[in-house]
């Protein structure tokens, strides 16, 4: 217990920032929930919203400022965890408190993780409200559909995967370069890739498949669009240059009224909405992966670093 | 003075590289995407000027590099605007609060003459270089949206270019050397710096809008549709009597005149007009922030030097 509050104590302004952060942001989603929710209750009376039956129902009444929040959330889950794991390790060495604490100390690794967890703990803690707060958010921008892969990462358990990653990464970085500016700079290119990486990666977890009308983002839905096709009438696939053609052919012989089935179809290929369980089982037992390595490769270092 | 140079580089080479080297890179990299847009623009307007179905090979894969000079285009130009307030705060909090917390600082102070003589070798190598950085990236911003825009730089892209950019990163440098005096620690320092960075930036955004709102004008919407971005409303104005009424309200009293499925039109007599700041009030509002930035960063300069003289060599 002494060790866990010693952990507290050793980073107040970060755990302070954090919390001030991540509670701020937090509260602002939920206000903003709670208004546009406010807004639908009069759905159904003679005076009704125009919000009860359009898909981009608070688009010109709250967008902003959803759009504010969710922007704040999205650098928050990235920034937070750095301004948390970074100064674990490197106030020790720079301050040349770890050569006292690792002598004195049974083992290294019991000392890290007596360093780490409890910051973990709050890390957790903290972008768990915010991820709560941020799906509660998503949702109500669009009160009418399924949400989906919308947003996917920035919201809901994805966010406190990816939290988790970058607060891994870095304690790691933190272990490695021992100095907090050089880890905290570090930390920030790390994460700009942990960002992209993730994005990147996400249409693999699962095999995407040719969207039916009904998952398509055209009927409200929100799925993972991986690509897109243009088909003939007769089904065969065709490129850009064909379905130019076969456009300006149809246009020309049946004029503006031309019928639909004659010209060239978008198919649409990825992830239907409906799979988003999946696709989240997958990626978070992915990146769960990346974190235990990351925590791993953190214990090395501090086993092995010389107490200078 | 070498001496206090190499000292300077030595204590803060992680930062310096990082952000006035990326800087530098940023405006090169701005530079390069520039020179490659204009060189290849007639290739591309006469590719366009071609049907789609005859592209040739080279002009498919000119279209392709120009799309991608686009995309780059977005990308740096958005790093350019964050850049002054990162490097503000990177390189104004961590530059005394290291020596206060590494307690180096009341040995340099006992050492020097003067501790005000101190703050300025230690503060204002990197300002001057952070300046002399941003005036360059903001120049190599300004090339690039030059190349690209078709109309002339104004408010659309207010904050990405200019001198404006070297004001910002000077106003939060001077901050986040004060905040890193009065609070002697980095990583505080950095947290409150970045917090009241946000604020700033949140307050002379409101302060603006609501300035730019005060000072608008009701002009008749003409040719100028093209760049004229700042419009806070819109109405008609009667010929005769010079009175405004609301688009609703023209439409409640005169449906008639307007077409049902366009909405185009106006009630006879009556000028269509809108709510402006004028293009050519960009310029004031850009010396307006400079001016204010420049006052904050002299106050919290005079604010550093006090409490450097007044601080306890703890």
């Known amino acids: 217990m002494t060790l866990a509050r010693l952990a507290f104590k050793l980073q107040p302004s970060s755990i302070g920032f954090a919390a001030f952060v991540c509670l701020g942001l937090a509260g602002a989603a939920l206000w903003l929930t709670a208004d546009m929710r406010s807004v639908l209750e009069a759905c159904g009376t003679p005076n009704e919203p125009t919000a009860c039956q359009v898909d981009f129902a608070f688009q010109n009444t709250h967008g902003q400022a959803v759009i504010m929040t969710q922007m704040g959330i999205g650098l928050a889950m990235y920034g937070i965890p750095l301004v948390l794991g970074v100064p674990i390790l490197t106030r020790e060495i720079e301050h040349k408190t770890a050569m006292m604490a690792w002598p004195l100390a049974g083992s290294r690794t019991k000392w890290l993780a007596w360093r780490a967890g409890p910051v973990l703990a709050v890390a957790l803690v903290l972008m768990g409200v915010m991820a709560f707060a941020a799906e509660r958010l998503a949702q109500a921008y669009f009160p009418h559909d399924d949400i989906g892969f919308n947003l996917y990462g920035s919201h809901g358990i994805p966010l406190v995967t990816r939290a988790a990653l970058t607060f891994a990464v870095a304690v790691l970085l933190g272990a490695v370069i021992g100095r907090l500016l050089p880890a905290l700079l570090i930390g920030i290119v790390v994460a700009a890739g942990i960002t992209n990486g993730t994005e990147a990666v996400l249409r693999s977890w699962v095999e995407p498949m040719e969207l039916t009308q009904e998952d398509s983002f055209l009927t409200g839905g929100f799925p993972l669009i991986t690509d897109l096709e243009f088909r003939a009438p007769d089904g065969s696939v065709m490129n850009d240059v064909e379905v130019q053609e076969l456009y300006q052919a149809v246009y020309a012989e049946h004029g503006e009224d031309a019928d639909p089935a004659l010209l060239p179809r978008e198919v649409y290929f990825g992830v239907a909405a409906d799979r988003y369980p999946e696709v989240l089982i997958r990626e978070s037992a992915a990146i769960g992966g990346a974190v235990v390595l990351a925590g791993v490769l953190a214990v090395i270092v501090v086993q092995r670093r010389r107490p200078e | ?314």
Not at chain 2, 227 to 249: K, L, N, P, W
Request: net charge negative; with cysteine.
């Open chain 2, 1 to 314: 003075m070498a001496t206090q140079l190499r000292l300077l580089w030595r204590m803060h080479r992680w930062e310096a590289v990082f952000f006035i080297g990326g800087a530098l890179l940023l405006s090169t990299a701005l530079a390069i995407v520039a020179w490659q847009i204009a060189a290849s623009r007639d290739t591309m307007l006469a590719c366009y000027e071609q049907s789609f179905e005859t592209l040739s090979a080279e002009c498919r894969s000119a279209i392709e590099w120009g799309n991608t000079l686009g995309g780059a285009v977005g990308l740096l130009v958005a790093v350019t605007t964050v850049t002054p307030f990162a490097a503000g705060i990177f390189l104004g909090a961590p530059l005394l609060s290291r020596e206060i917390e590494h307690r180096t600082a009341p040995i340099a102070w006992s050492l020097s003459p003067s501790r005000s003589g101190w703050l300025l070798w230690r503060t204002v190598p990197v300002l001057l270089a952070l300046v002399i950085v941003l005036l360059v990236l903001g120049q190599a911003s300004a090339f690039v949206l030059d190349t690209v825009e078709e109309v002339d730089l104004g408010f659309r892209q207010y904050g990405m270019f200019g001198p404006i950019l070297a004001a910002r990163g000077l106003a939060i440098f001077g901050l986040g050397v004060l905040v890193g005096l009065v609070l002697g620690r980095v990583l505080p320092a950095l947290l409150v710096t970045a917090l009241a960075t946000v604020a700033i930036v949140g307050g002379m955004s409101v302060g603006r809008d609501l300035l730019m709102r005060e000072e608008a004008i009701w002009r008749p919407m003409g040719d100028q549709s093209d760049f004229v971005h700042m419009v806070f409303d819109s109405g008609f104005r009667s010929d005769a009597t010079g009175e405004i009424i609301g688009y609703e309200q023209a439409y409640n009293e005169y449906p008639e005149s307007f077409d049902e499925m366009t909405g185009e039109g106006g009630p006879p007599g009556m000028t269509s007009v809108w709510k402006i700041v004028p293009p050519d009030a960009f310029d004031l509002y850009v010396a307006r922030e400079i001016g204010v930035l420049a006052a904050t960063f002299l106050l919290v300069s005079a604010a550093a030097v006090f409490i450097v003289r007044r601080r306890r060599p703890e």
